[in-house]
Nanobody, 116 residues
Framework: QVQLVESGGGLVQAGGSLRLSCAASGTIFSINVMGWYRQAPGKQRELVTSITNTGSTNYLDSVKGRFTISRDNAKNTVYLQMNSLKPEDTAVYSC??????????WGKGTLVTVSS
């Protein structure tokens, strides 16, 4: 089984930056894709960004140019660098991992609050 633990959330002012981390542990056989989702108050959860096993990335249009996903394979960790944060970015950010054979895992989430 795989466990995901997010960290790095907090309170920042608009225009500020945060870096989220997602550390994976346990038995990881083959990663298909990892991603960051977020769920804002009163909204449905949405995919923010993802990174495939080959390193290809995709971003939600509203975060392009501001957010960057990266990974450190040696540490089994993915990161989300968030710059120029806006109040609309306020949400619980959760890490997701999908294995090649179909298993899916979620972290508990970390809260990001952007004040104006």
């Amino acid at each position: 089984q795989v466990q995901l633990v997010e960290s790095g959330g907090g309170l920042v002012q608009a225009g500020g930056s945060l870096r989220l981390s997602c550390a994976a542990s346990g038995t990881i056989f083959s990663i298909n894709v990892m991603g960051w989702y977020r769920q804002a108050p009163g909204k449905q959860r949405e995919l923010v960004t993802s990174i495939t096993n080959t390193g290809s990335t995709n971003y939600l249009d509203s975060v392009k140019g501001r957010f960057t996903i990266s990974r450190d394979n040696a540490k089994n960790t993915v990161y989300l660098q968030m710059n120029s944060l806006k109040p609309e970015d306020t949400a619980v950010y959760s890490c997701n991992l999908k294995e090649t054979y179909g298993s899916e895992y979620w972290g508990k989430g970390t809260l990001v609050t952007v004040s104006s």
